[in-house]
C-alpha cells in the first residue's frame, strides 16, 4: 500500500507570500496529524482531524495557519501570510481509528521544508 | 503538559559497536505508550520500537531494545551492532494511553537525536 506522501518537498517563499502544503494519507486512514519541526528543536503537534473533522487543533499557532480536509481523503495547510518563523518541515502523519488508542502508532510522511526569506 | 526531553543532539558509533540514546520524559498519568521513531535522511520517519508503560518488560525488536526505568520516566534506546543504515535522526515519543484519555491525542516529541555510524 502507498505511504503518506507530502508534496511539496521543498518551498522557498518570500514573506508574505502564501503557500499551501499537501497530505494524501494513507488510504483507510481516519486519522491524520499535522506536525511542525522548526530547526533544533522539537516536533510539534499542530492539529489532528477525524475524517473531515478538527479533533483538535490546539497546536496551531495563530490564525495564518488553515487546515482542511474536504471529503476526509487528503488535507491542505495553508499558510497565508508566511512569516520568518514559519520556516521549517511540516510532517503529516496518518492512522487508522482502530489501531489509533490501542498502539499509538502513526504512519509519517517525508515531510514538506518551508523556507521563508 | 507532557515533555520529552533527548539531552544528546548527536552521537557516533562505529560500525558494529553498541550506542544508546537517552531519553526522559515527564507525565503524571499512569497510562502512556512511549514510542522511538527514526528518521533517515530525505525519507519517511519510521516507528523503531514502542513500549507501553504498564509493561515491565523492556520492548525488543531485533537489533533494537530499550531500557525503560517507569520510576525514573526514562526510556533509552540501545542499538546493537550499528550498522550503516542505522545513520538518522532519532526521536523519542509520547501519547497518553487510552484510559489517561489520550485516544485522540498526537504524539509528543523530544528534540531528537542524529546518530552517525562511522564506517
Known amino acids: 500500500e502507498a505511504g503518506v506522501t507530502q508534496f511539496p518537498s521543498h518551498s522557498v517563499i518570500e514573506k508574505g507570500q502564501t503557500v499551501t502544503l499537501r497530505c494524501d494519507p494513507i488510504?483507510?486512514?481516519?486519522?491524520l496529524y499535522w506536525y511542525r519541526r522548526v530547526m533544533g528543536k522539537e516536533i510539534k503537534f499542530l492539529l489532528h482531524f477525524v475524517k473531515e473533522s478538527k479533533q483538535d487543533e490546539s497546536g496551531m499557532p495563530n490564525n495564518r495557519f488553515l487546515a482542511e480536509r474536504t471529503g476526509g481523503t487528503y488535507s491542505t495547510l495553508k499558510v497565508q501570510p508566511a512569516e520568518l518563523e514559519d520556516s521549517g518541515v511540516y510532517f503529516c502523519a496518518s492512522s487508522r481509528m482502530r489501531e489509533a488508542p490501542v498502539t499509538g502508532e502513526l504512519f509519517f510522511g517525508e515531510g514538506s521544508r518551508l523556507t521563508v526569506l | 503538559a507532557q515533555t520529552v526531553t533527548q539531552s544528546q543532539p548527536e552521537m557516533s558509533v562505529q560500525e558494529a559497536e553498541t550506542v544508546t540514546l537517552s531519553c526522559t520524559y515527564d507525565?503524571?498519568?499512569?497510562?502512556?505508550?512511549l514510542f522511538w521513531y527514526k528518521q533517515p535522511p530525505s525519507r519517511q520517519m519510521i516507528l523503531v520500537i514502542r513500549?507501553?508503560?504498564?509493561?515491565?518488560q523492556n520492548a525488543t525488536e531485533n537489533r533494537f531494545s530499550v531500557n525503560f526505568q517507569k520510576a525514573a520516566k526514562s526510556f533509552s534506546l540501545k542499538i546493537s551492532d550499528s550498522q550503516l543504515g542505522d545513520a538518522a535522526m532519532y526521536f523519542c515519543a509520547y501519547k497518553r494511553g487510552y484510559t489517561s484519555g489520550g485516544g485522540a491525542d498526537g504524539l509528543t516529541f523530544g528534540k531528537g537525536t542524529h546518530l552517525i555510524i562511522q564506517p
Open positions: 513500549q507501553e508503560a504498564y509493561k515491565q
Open positions: 507525565t503524571s498519568e499512569s497510562d502512556y505508550y
Open positions: 488510504s483507510g486512514h481516519d486519522n
